[in-house]
C-alpha cells in the first residue's frame, strides 16, 4: 500500500517523503501449496554424531551451498587470527540479491570456540532449511519471505584448539588465537572500545558485516548452561550480578527471548541442573543479561545499540563440549525454537520510505515509535522492519533536514490485536492486524496541513 502527498513547502519539498507503509500480514505456519521439489538436491546426510573440525564443516558447507545453489549461497565474511575463514551460508531464495521487503535475520555460533553446540546445530538448522523447503509449507514460507544468514562458527581457531567432552573449558578454546574473549571485545555503551581492532579480526569482521546489512533480528549462541539472556548485559556501574540493566524495548526483548525458551523443553522448566550450578535457576528460563551477570563489550547490545538489529543470547547446554553423541538430542531440544524465533522477525510493522517526486528510496530515515527511546533507521531500499508486541502505536519517519532541523514526515497509528496466549504472560503478536488509521502530520516542516488516506490492502 502507498500513500502519496504533494510536497508542503519549497524549502522542505525535498524532504518530503511517500512513506508507504504497511503492517505485514504473513499466515506464517499455515498450509500453503507446496512447491515441487528441486531435483536430486534433497538428500539428508547428516548423522548428527560428529562435530566438524575446520576442513570438515568447510567441505559439508560448500557442498550444501552446490547442492542448493537456487537458495542457498556460501561466502566469508573474513577470516581469523590463524587465517580461517568466517563462515555464512545465507539462505534466500535469491541468495545472491538483495531483495526489498525482506528482513535479515543472523544467527552466530561458536563465539566462545569451546561453547561447541551451537556451531553443529547451525549446521542442521542449514540443512533442515535446504531440504525442508519444497516440502514443508512452513519452511517454504520462511524461506521465501525472509534473507537468512547463518554463522556456524564465529571463533574457527578456537574450536580446533578446544577438547571433545570439556564441560567446563578447562582446556582452552574460549578465547580466539590472541586470546582475547571475543564476548568482551566489541564497543561498549559505557566503556567505549577497550581492545585493539588489529587483535581481534573476527569481532571487527562481524562489525563491518552488521553495518552492511542491517539485521532486523538475530541469535547468538553459547554454552554453559541453558537459558535465554536479553539486553543490556551490562550497567554504568558494572555491578557483578543482580542489576537489571532495563533497554527501551525491555518488553519486546522478554518476548523473544521467551519463544525460544517456551519451545526449548529443557530451557522452559527454568531449571537446567548444570552440574557446577545445580542452584541455578532463571525464572521461565530467561534473563536480563546484566542481572545474571555483567557482561561488558558483548555482542548483542552492539547489536541493538549500533547495529540496527535487535539480538539475544541462547545459552544451549550445560557442558560447554558435550561428546558428540549428544549432539542429536541437542538439535531435537532446539530446532523448534531456532525456527519460531526467525519466524518473529516477521513480527510488528514494517514498509518502506521513498521520496514523494522521485520515489527514490530514502535510506537513514529514522523510524521513532512514540513512547519508545529507540529509533531505528531504513535500509537501503528505504525499507524498515519495526518488531513490535501487540499494541496502539504512534509511528514517525523522522529526516534530517537540510537545515539541520529535523521534519516529520508521516505519522502513522498501528494497533496490533493479542490473539494468541500460548506463551503464559499473554503476548503472541497477531500478525492479522486492524486497519490501521493513518496520518500524515506535516506540523514540523513548517505549514499546518494534515492529510488522511485510507489504507488499502496490500
Ligand atoms: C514460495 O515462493 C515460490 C516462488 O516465488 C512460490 O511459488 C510459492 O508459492 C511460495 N510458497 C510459499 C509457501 O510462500
Ligand atoms: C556473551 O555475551 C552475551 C551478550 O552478547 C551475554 O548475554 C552472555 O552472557 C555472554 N556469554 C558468555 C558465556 O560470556
Ligand atoms: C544517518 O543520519 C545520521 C543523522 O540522523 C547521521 O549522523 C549519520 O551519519 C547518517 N548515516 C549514514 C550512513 O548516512
Ligand atoms: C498517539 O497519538 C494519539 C493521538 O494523537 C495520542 O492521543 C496518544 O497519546 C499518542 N500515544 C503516544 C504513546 O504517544
Ligand atoms: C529519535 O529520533 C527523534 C527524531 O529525530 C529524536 O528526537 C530522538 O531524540 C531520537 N531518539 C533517540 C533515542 O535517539
Known amino acids: 500500500m502507498v500513500l502519496i502527498w504533494q ?20 499466515p506464517l505456519g499455515e498450509g500453503k501449496k507446496q512447491l ?15 562435530y566438524y573440525n575446520y576442513v570438515d564443516l568447510t567441505n559439508r558447507l560448500q557442498s550444501l551451498a552446490q547442492s542448493y545453489s537456487h537458495i542457498a549461497s556460501l561466502s566469508s565474511i573474513g577470516r581469523s587470527v590463524e587465517g580461517r575463514e568466517l563462515w555464512v551460508m545465507r539462505i534466500n531464495v535469491e541468495p545472491d540479491k538483495d531483495t ?38 512452513r519452511i517454504t514460507e520462511l524461506v521465501n519471505s525472509t534473507d537468512i544468514y547463518i554463522m556456524p562458527s564465529m571463533n574457527p581457531d578456537g ?38 581492532p588489529d587483535d581481534i579480526p573476527e569481532v571487527m569482521a562481524v562489525i563491518k558485516w552488521i553495518k552492511e546489512q542491517k539485521f532486523v533480528l538475530s541469535g547468538n549462541l553459547h554454552g554453559g548452561t541453558v537459558v535465554a539472556s536479553y539486553p543490556f548485559d551490562d550497567s554504568v556501574s558494572h555491578q557483578r550480578q543482580g542489576h537489571y540493566s532495563q533497554s527501551e524495548d525491555d518488553n519486546l526483548f522478554r518476548y523473544l527471548a521467551l519463544v525460544y525458551s517456551h519451545n526449548h523443553p529443557v530451557m522452559k522448566t527454568g531449571q537446567p541442573n548444570c552440574p557446577d550450578t545445580p542452584e541455578e535457576t532463571f525464572k521461565d528460563g530467561i534473563t536480563n543479561g ?43 531440544l532446539n530446532r523448534e525454537s531456532l ?8 513480527m510488528g510493522v514494517r514498509g518502506f520510505v521513498k521520496d514523494a517526486v522521485s520515489g527514490a528510496a530514502l535510506s537513514n530515515v529514522s523510524i521513532v515509535v512514540a513512547g519508545i527511546r529507540h529509533n531505528l533507521t531504513t535500509a537501503k ?15 514517525t519517519a523522522v529526516a534530517t533536514g537540510a537545515s539541520a532541523s529535523t521534519c516529520f514526515l508521516a505519522r502513522d497509528r498501528y494497533m496490533f490485536a493479542a490473539d494468541d496466549k500460548t506463551i503464559g504472560w499473554s503476548l503472541q503478536p497477531s500478525l492479522h492486524s486492524k486497519q490501521p488509521v493513518w496520518r500524515i502530520d506535516s506540523s514540523a516542516c513548517g505549514t499546518q496541513r494534515q492529510a488522511q488516506s485510507k489504507p488499502h490492502p496490500v
Open 100 to 137: 526489498p521487503g525482506k528482513p535479515k535475520f543472523k544467527y552466530v555460533g561458536n563465539m566462545h570456540g569451546d561453547e561447541t553446540v551451537s556451531r553443529q546445530v547451525l549446521v542442521y538448522l542449514v540443512e533442515y532449511l535446504l531440504t525442508k523447503y519444497g516440502e514443508e509449507a
Open 381 to 395: 531500499f528505504g525499507d524498515y522492519y519495526r518488531l513490535l508486541l501487540p499494541g496502539t502505536y504512534n509511528i
Open 36 to 50: 515441487p521439489r528441486s531435483a536430486g538436491a534433497s538428500e539428508t546426510v547428516e548423522t548428527y554424531d560428529k
Open 339 to 346: 525456527l519460531a524465533y526467525m519466524e518473529k522477525v516477521h
Open 290 to 332: 546484566a542481572r545474571w551477570y555483567d557482561v561488558p563489550g558483548g555482542m548483542q547490545d552492539y547489536n541493538y545499540l549500533y547495529g540496527n538489529c535487535l539480538e539475544i543470547t541462547m545459552e544451549l547446554s550445560c557442558c560447554k563440549h558435550p561428546p558428540a553423541s549428544e549432539l542429536q538430542k541437542e538439535w531435537d
Open 159 to 196: 574450536f580446533e584448539s578446544s577438547k571433545e567432552g570439556d564441560c567446563n573449558g578447562d582446556y582452552g578454546g574460549r578465547n580466539n588465537a590472541n586470546n582475547l574473549d571475543l564476548n568482551r571485545s566489541f564497543p561498549d555503551q559505557f566503556d567505549g572500545t577497550t581492545v585493539k
Open 7 to 26: 510536497p508542503f513547502s519549497k524549502t522542505f519539498s525535498e524532504l518530503v517523503l511517500l512513506f508507504a507503509l504497511f503492517l505485514h500480514v504473513l
